[in-house]
């Protein structure tokens, strides 16, 4: 996935070191193994138990009929039978591909299809929804349960033998695949291998400041890129400190998680570092948070009124966190100032992170001039999975990612995030593809044209709306209606609009042709016009 020369490189500098994620979880379970690795409600597992159950489970998946280099759908929400999943998957070789618990069936059916997946895992029944029922997208996909299986077969019955397991991956072999926020149609596969994810591990577990006595609150989903590696659980684990799984991000929830059980670090997006602050800051009865030392904000754009009032009310420093599944990770480091902390979005993990800034032409631009964010680098993809047409156009010649990011950089090297040059909406941390909504919609009998846009929300950031043109003779479809179909359609409920507004037909250039990507601009830049 890398150029040899320069895999050669990474290697040379040490970035790359020749290890793995079981080998990881292993080193752990070896110098500390009785120490609690993960808290989830009343049960806690210790780094030795969690690689013994982990070995075991790889040979009950192997047994199974799952082999290296196997894909595997993992949909789980934040308990302890999502780490048991992954590092027997990484023990065995198989590759995890990361569902989110919102997703349905659609997502999860292109998932299983388009990877050819041997396995779906999932949990029973997770915030009223039981995930259960989406093996009937599942193919001939092994469907495995954590919890009542129901007629499927149970995560808890899978246990072998280590000793009949073949030998684990070699370090640069294909780790597992994520999800990226792209802005076409479904979501593309991210290729992220064990030397490469590992580096910006342990990278951003140094620059966080985890040791083992870090206490790491999981209050976004388990399985996003933010939460598993910025520094995340796998920073955690590296660091051999402990993880307290939340199974909700609420403050009702997460408050008494961070007084019980000492909590120094966590990470949001901005909807929730704003809900947060606003539940502190109004109850009369002051949760003692004094154990917290890091609130870490990313997955959009923080306001700066908001970062101004993350010290005075929580007590904590504020560290702000820019960067995506497909490698590059921002921060801003914890003995920046304020100034720093407070006004940028942080800057790159490594000496060898290459940054390019340019404008529509692909020039490079000035610093402090806003253009089109470009990177390379030791932890940075060189292509989608199996998108070869799209990486002609994501990817230049050389091997620079096209982020879709307008920044600026200061002169200082730090980055100031201005907004998206990509036809994504990003509302409250979960990117939206308005190609995939869209292409739902113009299923329903009753749209002839609809464009999904993302406009201005001061608490998510942006909220969806779809500008829909009627089929000639047909009444267009209310919100409610839009709902329930999408709902049926087994889109995942954050993609749904959050409002519809009907047009009699949209806009055209002078020669008379629809562009739906300058419409889109338009609407966005206009959108009560």
Known sequence: ?????????????????GATLFALLEARAADAGDRVAVIDGDR?????????????????????????????????PNTIAFYEVIFALFRLGAVPVFALPAHRSSEIGYFIEHTSAVAFVTTDVHEGFDHRTLADVAGDAEVIVAGDPGTHLALDALDGDPAALPDGPAPGDLAFLQLSGGSTGLPKLIPRTHDDYLYSVRESAGICGLTAASVYLVALPIGHNFTMSSPGILGVIHAGGRIVLAPRP?????????????????????????LWLDAVAGSAAKPDLSSLEVLQVGGAKLSDTVAERVRPILGCRLQQVFGMAEGLV????????????LHTQGRPISPDDEILIVDDEDRPVSDDTVGHLLTRGPYTIRGYWNAEEHNKLAFTADGFYRTGDLVRRRPDGYLVVEG??????????????????????????????????????????????????????????????????LQGRGLAAFKIPDR??????????????????????????????
């Open 1 to 17: 996935m890398w150029p040899d020369d320069v895999a050669d490189r990474y290697r040379a500098s040490g970035h790359w070191t």
């Open 44 to 76: 806690e597992i210790t780094y030795g138990s969690l690689t013994t159950r982990a070995s075991r489970l790889a040979a009950g998946l192997y047994t199974l009929g799952v082999r290296p280099a196997d894909r595997v759908v993992v949909q789980l």
């Open 250 to 274: 609420d403050p009702a929830t997460v408050l008494p998680l961070i007084e019980k059980h000492g909590v120094t670090i966590t990470a949001v997006v901005p909807p929730l570092a704003h």
């Open 330 to 341: 921002n921060y801003t480091r914890l003995d920046d100032p304020d100034d720093v902390v």
């Open 420 to 485: 998206r040059a990509k036809d994504q909406i990003n509302r409250g941390g979960e990117k939206i593809a308005a190609e995939e909504v869209e292409n739902h919609l113009l299923t329903h009998p009753a749209v002839h044209d609809v464009a999904v846009v993302g406009v201005p929300d001061p608490y998510l950031g942006e909220r969806t709306c779809a500008y829909v043109v009627a089929r000639a003779g047909a009444t267009a479809p209310k919100l409610s209606e839009i709902r329930a179909y």
């Open 500 to 529: 519809v507004r009907v047009l009699d037909a949209f806009p055209v250039t002078g020669v008379g042709k629809v562009s739906r990507r300058e419409l889109r601009a338009a609407l966005r830049a206009n959108p009560k016009g």
